[in-house]
């Protein structure tokens, strides 16, 4: 039995190590640009880099790298030696403060939608003293920020950080109008579940989709996906349990709080999540999560699969972005407490955020957008594309109160009757949980279910804190000058006049249903179903101000995003057409002809040997396998076409959009003719393992 506590962190430069390795001004100095956001000079990066190296060496690492977030969707790293030759054939391990602070890679070979040509190569990594270093893989890992060489964001994390700091800005201002004067930062606190796939790694290599795509483009439905119900937490099998308890120690090394773990819904589907962590710390470890994952399922001889969709039928998977509000004395912001109706902090906030999803719904769907995501959405679980609040009923009871200034009395406990004596007694919750819901309150948080299982977290958080410190910031300046005497009215009134303009965005109903879908089109709420659909409001002129306003994003970040955004729409689509026509000509065409060849000639044999005329069902499959040949044939000539057509769109944006009109289509209906013609042949004639075998095997 391995002694977790000293496992925990075992690999990681936290607190406990910074304490015993620094000296006690150095130590203060870094303690503070942690917790405070100030400056660290250069004699203090000296200290603590050559701490951190003698660390590093103890514990066997030989190199060390910048570890950054560019706008690709994973980490990027580049790898250099702590050994420095001094003469006479002889080195030593060095490392400095200049070398730990800031680091050089190659800024145009990395995606910048236009802020660097090829010729403008120089770009900079810079030191996150915020998020913790840890070993990995025998290197030392220093988390860092990327930038242009003009000083322009390329990454996730420098958004992150300045969405971090307007929020906090703005927080504090509102709390110390309140009264709540001691409190003098603020910071968002994430938790992202994560779920994911696990197949085998034998059949895995077989399927040319899902090496190349991540999701299986041709399959026909296993007799048994996830009817029964009966694998939503249901018992570990070995080779599952084996890979979660590795996955958890590795986790565990580098500190990183894995908590829960659990079978998911559909088979071979599963679920792990973390204690909360502030949000730039959350985001660096899920994108370990998701890298280590991949990793440890390869030791399993198994392939964790991210993808939000890789199997058509069952359900999907989703990162839920737990979000909430903490002050830097530990009081949770987003708590109603006992008497949630006399809390007045907790309804400022509450409301600050309803009207911040309100008013940025648009900017909240462009967060989870993502080809793979488009086709999760609106089903099995996954919530709709239309961006609504589910509060429960107690909540939207209470705000309708103030909405009608009518009393709230507080709802009674109820304990929950079970029938069966022996069971113990516990107090049932105020409120259901609704899984159709997009951003949902649950008891403390807000849980934000639309972000895909593949996607960063950075995304959808950098919104959220931007439209909660404009929502924030609005309130301040309604409330700034109002005496202290008359706050609790001017708040009550301010509450008030929220709860009416923005209460169309609360629906605590059924969001599959097509009612909702009109009805929130008579609401005037967003209905974005597509990437394409979606990504021309990141730069609408309501929400470049935004970004703008706080510091977020420059104009030009913005543009180069959204044109980021849109090319890698394309380059997925664009892959995954020429995917599937590779894998229909090259394996599922040779097949269905082989099979109806041996059908044929077993039939002819037949008649031959028993003098007896072929039968009508083998003469009607040959048929329906050439029908469905000829029919392939002619659909993946239509499909050249149309990826021929996209790659002459005269902008990103449009084609982008033919991806979804005319190129998604066509693939559908290949997939369709396709998946039919494999339910009449042997699993043993397919070019590839069927879903039963992808899904069951394990």
């Known amino acids: 039995m391995k002694d977790i506590p000293a496992l925990y962190g075992s690999l990681v430069f936290n607190d406990k190590v910074m304490r015993n390795k620094l000296p006690k001004d150095v130590y203060k100095a870094l303690k503070k640009t942690i917790e405070n956001g100030t400056h660290l000079e250069l004699d203090v990066a000296n200290s603590v880099a050559v701490a951190m190296k003698e660390w590093a060496v103890e514990n066997g690492a030989t190199h060390y790298t910048h570890w950054f977030q560019p706008m690709t969707g994973f980490t990027a790293e580049k790898h250099d030696s702590f050994v420095t030759p001094v003469g006479d054939g002889e080195v030593i391990m060095d490392f400095s403060g200049k070398e730990l602070v800031k680091g050089e890679p190659d800024a145009s070979s990395f ?42 964001a390329l990454d996730k994390k420098t958004p992150l950080l300045r969405s971090m700091e307007a929020l906090n800005k703005e927080a504090v201002k509102v709390l110390h109008l309140l009264g709540n004067t001691e409190v003098t930062s603020v910071s968002t606190t994430i938790g992202p579940e994560q779920e994911y796939f696990l197949i085998d790694k034998d059949l895995y290599e077989k399927r040319r989709d899902l090496i190349l795509c991540g999701r299986t483009l041709l399959g026909a439905p296993a007799p048994r996906g996830q009817e029964m119900e009966d694998h939503y937490f249901g018992a570990l099998k070995p080779r599952v349990a084996a890979y979660m308890h590795d996955l958890d120690e590795e986790l565990w090394k580098l500190g990183i709080p894995a908590k829960t773990k659990h079978n998911e819904v559909a088979p071979a589907q599963h679920e792990l999540a ?6 730039n710390v959350a985001v660096d470890y899920n994108q370990l999560t998701m890298e280590i994952m991949k990793k440890t399922a390869d030791k399993h001889n198994m392939v964790c699969l991210l993808h939000e969709k890789p199997f058509e039928g069952i359900n999907g998977s989703g990162k839920h972005n737990n979000w909430s509000i903490s002050t830097n004395q530990g009081e949770n912001l987003l708590a109603p407490g006992k008497t949630p109706a006399q809390n007045i902090q907790f309804l400022v906030f509450l409301m600050a955020v309803i009207k911040a999803v309100d008013e940025y719904a648009d900017l909240m ?16 679980e996954a919530p709709p594309a239309i961006v609504s609040i589910f509060l429960g009923d107690e ?8 909405e009608e200034d009518t009393y709230f009395g507080k709802q009674k406990a109820v304990q929950l009757e079970t029938g069966a004596h022996v069971l113990p007694h516990f107090i049932k919750d105020n409120t259901d949980r ?65 709860i009416k303009k923005h209460k169309k965005v609360i629906f605590n109903g059924n969001g599959y249903t097509q009612e909702w879908v009109e009805e929130a ?64 000509v090259k394996d599922f065409l040779p097949a269905v002809a082989s099979y109806a060849s041996t059908v044929a000639d077993q039939t002819m044999a037949m008649k031959a040997f028993a003098q007896e005329v072929p039968t009508s ?15 392939l044939s002619v659909s993946l000539k239509d499909l050249d076409e149309r990826i021929k057509v996209v790659s002459q769109a005269e902008s990103m944006q449009e084609a982008a959009d033919l991806c979804h009109t005319s190129l998604l289509p066509a693939m559908d209906a290949i997939r369709a003719e396709a998946d039919a013609a494999e339910t009449k042949i042997p699993d043993e004639e397919l070019p590839y393992p069927t879903y039963d075998a992808l899904l069951f095997s394990i």
């Open 111 to 152: 995606p910048s939608g236009g802020l660097r040509a090829t010729f403008e190569a120089r770009g900079y990594t810079a030191w996150d003293p915020t998020s913790p270093a840890f070993i990995k893989d025998r290197t030392l890992y220093i988390p860092t920020a990327f930038c242009s060489y003009g000083g322009e």
């Open 274 to 279: 973390p204690v909360f962590s502030t949000a």
């Open 365 to 380: 769907r462009v967060s989870a957008a993502g080809a793979g995501n488009d086709h999760r959405l609106g089903g099995n």
């Open 395 to 402: 909540l939207t009871a209470v705000l309708k109160s103030i």
């Open 434 to 498: 609704n899984r159709t819901s997009p951003f949902a309150f649950t008891g403390n948080k807000f849980e934000f279910r639309m972000l895909g299982s593949s996607a960063s977290v950075a995304t959808p958080n950098i919104v959220l804190n931007t439209a909660v410190a404009e929502a924030l910031s609005q309130f301040y300046e309604e409330l700034k000058d109002t005496a202290p005497e008359n706050m609790e009215h001017a708040v009550h009134e301010l509450i008030k006049r929220a």
């Open 521 to 584: 089109e008579k609401r005037g709420l967003y209905n974005l179903p597509s990437t394409p659909d979606c990504l021309p409001a990141f730069i609408a002129d309501k929400n470049v101000d935004l970004f703008m306003k706080h510091h977020v994003f420059t104009k030009e970040e913005i543009f180069s995003r959204y044109e980021i955004l849109l090319e890698n729409y394309v380059k997925t689509v664009e892959i995954e057409a020429r995917t599937l026509k590779e894998m229909t």
């Open 617 to 631: 069902e083998a003469q009607a499959l040959v048929a329906e396998l050439g029908t469905s040949y000829e029919k």
